[in-house]
């Protein structure tokens, strides 16, 4: 029962380490200036009051003091899955020694048969030893 619990959490992980390897996404930065005013994973950055004001004015002043900054984390795009029969020689007899001397490597416990399991002790009216004062030294 340990080794299901076992192989199942070991399964649990690889496959979050797989997709969290191959997600891509993108990190979205708006800045005003000097001044950091979003960030956004996954979504767009909200602009700030000062450049709805300045796309306004952008004829006049045709300058613009606020920018946005996009970082994105590529992900894992190729995955390798190999077979045993892509091995080569050395490594194949490598890999099936390895694994019988482990599935080996561990013995069970022998059950052990309790055979009073299912009876209930029996009601005791009255304690034999200390009414006739019998007792064992």
Known sequence: MFK??????????????VLFSTVSFTIEKHFC????????VFTEAQKCV??????????????????????LLKGQDVLKSQSYEDL???????????????????EGLPEQIIPHKD???PNLVADIQVLDQVFII
Do not use: R, W
């Open 4 to 17: 299901k619990i076992i192989h199942k959490g070991f399964s649990v992980v690889m496959a979050i380490l």
């Open 33 to 40: 200036g000097d001044v950091l005013i979003d960030v956004a």
């Open 50 to 71: 000062m450049e709805a004001f300045e796309m306004e004015q952008a004829a006049i002043t045709k300058m613009n003091c606020c920018k946005d900054d996009l970082e």
């Open 88 to 106: 080569h020689f050395d490594q194949s007899v490598f890999l099936s020694t390895f694994v019988y001397t482990y599935i080996n490597l561990f």
């Open 119 to 121: 009876y209930s002790p």
